[in-house]
């Protein structure tokens, strides 16, 4: 869908060139929500503007959907960015307008007749759920709200791919959510492909299908989602992965654990996007002669599965309890008996 | 009562004098507004950041500003003479004096357009490109809309300018309040005729003023 090769920008300044992306190849697939994280200054802001030239590139090539966007002439261009879609991090929702003005205004640009418009605007409204705030000002509406405005202005004219410019960075958490919830559902609905950045692994693990970190201009490292939480290389990718994940309890749990069960075999259990199992603890204990008892542990869900760690505590018969722990490791969940701190 | 507060005072010529005023006013204000408007969104859209980026354009058009807004109204009115003449076909009476009129106010207008369109949301100018839109249609659906609440109070202050040099012109014979207070108010001596056209001025610019606040704040839904 979108394959980006050698991209570079530099931006001129009196002083100095600033690099601001460095030589980048990616391959974006279509219909999948393809996340870029990294901290500020890393060029991922840099990265989305040029997928629409909202900045014009120093050097590469971008091919979205088999037309090269850094060749088109001026005309070519709009028509490309027609059926682009963009929602950004301070929603930049027209005030002078309505809510039904703002979402009819790329549909203007467009040049649609006026009845078309007013259906599919309708449409667009009933989609992001803001039916009956239609005729509102933006300046009545709450952030999240707001953003559903930009998130329906931006589907307006049926793009291919939707570009999300730190689309939840300005919203509080359960906003944020609800944000991206929404467009979870855009994308099985729709099946378009998203490119998305933040900073925010949260917005990562919850709905990206693959991620890129990037740094200094260059994506350091790519993969599934899961692969990345689960392998994290480069230690930027192990800092953003502790953003969630992060569980400074645990040595001090698993010290405790020592002490305090000196019967019975203590396990972790490492959950890498299981999902036929997920009431793994019940079924172990169903099947078995053995009682399950979870000590610690930190589980989340991802789009492919349940990602974390869990440690249990078995107790009964020796051969049972390994029994038990041969049936976990056939499902996906790795084992380890005994960790060590 | 009012013949003898005012025994000088001929309402029939003041009501001759005061459409003369509205007059040169409401059509000053209208060739103020066009210019004004064009000047100032030629400023804005070639300075540095504006879609049609210009370094030379940007200089012209702001230098010519500059030397408009420089020169004190009374000289320009008299340095423009031989340019009223030719377009007027006279030099005296309120048509005459609208070249000046517009020539004086339309520099003072472009700089409040100007920074008017600089307060609007950089974001929602690139949420536009993002879309495709042609530059017309920033312009006219994105920049202008987005302006209005300022354009109109920037309009206002500048109503208010043109009427107090509606009166200037008034004493080089363009008629009006300005000229009916110093031709039959001062020169002869009747003060009350200059209280009362002061009294009128004071009135229309209140007008104005209360119409310019009214519309911009209706206008604005931030």
Request: glycine content about 8%; some cysteine; hydrophobic content about 45%.
């Amino acid at each position: 869908m979108i394959s980006i090769k050698g991209l570079s920008k530099v931006f001129k300044t009196k002083d100095q060139d600033v690099q601001a992306v460095d030589n980048l190849d990616a391959v974006i697939e279509s219909g999948e929500i393809f996340g870029v994280i990294g901290y500020s200054g890393a060029g991922k802001s840099t990265f989305i503007r040029l997928l629409n030239r909202l900045e014009d590139p120093s050097g590469g090539t971008i091919d979205i959907d088999n037309q090269e966007i850094s060749s088109l002439s001026k005309k070519e261009l709009r028509l490309a960015r027609q059926e682009m879609g963009m929602i950004f991090q301070h929603f930049n929702l027209l005030w002078s307008r309505t809510v039904e003005e703002n979402i009819a205004f790329p549909l203007e640009i467009a040049g649609m007749p006026k009845e078309e418009r007013k259906k599919r605007v309708d449409e667009l409204i009933e989609l992001v759920g803001l039916t009956g705030r239609g005729s509102s000002y933006p300046s009545q509406l709450s952030g999240g709200q707001k953003q559903r405005v930009g998130i329906a202005r931006s589907l307006a004219n049926r793009p291919k791919v939707l570009l999300c410019d730190e689309a939840t960075s300005a919203l509080d958490p359960e906003t944020t959510d609800s944000i991206l919830d929404l467009l979870v559902d855009i994308n099985a609905k729709l099946g378009l492909t998203i490119v998305l950045i933040t900073h925010e692994m949260h917005v990562i693990r919850k709905i990206c299908h693959r991620v890129a970190v990037m740094e200094g201009g260059r994506i350091v490292e790519e993969g599934d989602v899961l692969d990345v939480f689960l392998r994290p290389q480069e230690k930027v990718t192990k800092r953003f992965v502790d953003q969630v994940m992060g569980d400074p309890d645990r040595e001090d749990s698993l010290n405790l654990i020592k002490e305090k069960y000196p019967v019975g075999e203590v396990a972790q259990f490492h959950f890498v996007g299981e999902r036929t199992h997920q009431a793994l603890i019940s079924e172990v204990s169903r099947k078995f002669q053995v009682d399950v008892n979870v000590l610690h542990g930190k589980i989340t869900q991802t789009q492919k599965g349940a990602y974390g760690t869990l440690i249990v505590h078995l107790e009964g018969e020796k051969e049972e309890i390994d029994r038990a722990l041969e049936f976990v490791k056939e499902t996906s969940v790795e084992v380890e008996v005994a960790p060590n701190v | 009562m009012f013949e003898q507060l005012f025994p000088n005072v001929r309402v029939e010529d003041m009501i001759t004098a005061t459409n003369e005023t509205l007059f040169m006013t409401f059509f000053s204000v209208l060739g103020t507004f066009i210019f004004g408007l064009i000047l100032g969104l030629l400023l804005y859209l070639t300075g540095p950041g504006g879609i049609w980026q210009n370094k030379i354009a940007n200089w012209i058009t702001a230098s010519l500003v500059n030397v408009f807004r420089a020169i004190p109204f009374i000289i320009l009115i008299l340095l423009l003479f031989p340019f009223t003449d030719f377009l007027v076909g006279t030099i005296r009476g309120p048509e005459a004096a609208l070249p000046a009129l517009i020539i004086g106010g339309a520099p003072f207008y472009a700089r409040l357009v100007e920074i008017a369109l600089k307060e609007v949301d950089k974001g929602v100018i690139e949420a536009a490109k993002a879309m495709g839109a042609k530059y017309r249609t920033i312009i006219f659906k994105v920049l202008l809309p987005e302006s209005t609440p300022a354009l109109i109070s920037g309009l206002t202050v500048t109503a208010i300018a043109l009427i107090s040099y509606t009166a200037v012109a008034g004493v080089i014979g363009a008629g009006g309040l300005g000229d009916f207070a110093y031709f039959y108010g001062f020169q002869r001596s009747n003060f009350d005729v200059v209280f009362m056209c002061t009294v009128l001025i004071v009135i229309i610019v209140f007008i104005f003023q209360f119409i310019g606040d009214f519309a911009s704040r209706k206008l604005d839904k931030r």
